[in-house]
Nanobody, 113 residues
């Protein structure tokens, strides 16, 4: 059974930064594409960033230039560096194997002054 544990969320002022981490179980992590998703209150869950096993990444237009996804295959960990945060980035953030629809508990990010 795949397990995902997200951490690093919190309350931050607009313009601030946070770094999310996600530790994923699974022998195939190093060759698997991973994604960070978010769900704001009353909205559908959306993909914000994804990274392939080889390190290629892509981003939703709403976060492009502000968020950076990265991974450490030795630690089975994927990261999301979030800079220049905006109130509209407030959401619960989840990571996931792109090919396996299993979710962790998520981590809350709140951007507010």
């Amino acid at each position: 059974q795949v397990q995902l544990v997200e951490s690093g969320g919190g309350l931050v002022q607009p313009g601030g930064s946070l770094r999310l981490s996600c530790v994923a179980s699974g022998r195939l992590f190093r060759i698997s594409s991973m994604g960070w998703f978010r769900q704001a209150p009353g909205k559908q869950r959306e993909l914000v960033a994804a990274i392939t096993g080889g390190g290629s990444s892509n981003y939703a237009d709403s976060v492009k230039g502000r968020f950076t996804i990265s991974r450490d295959n030795a630690k089975n960990t994927v990261y999301l560096q979030m800079n220049s945060l905006k109130p509209e980035d407030t959401a619960v953030y989840y990571c996931r194997y792109i090919a396996v629809e299993i979710w962790g508990q998520g981590t809350q990010v709140t951007v507010s002054s």
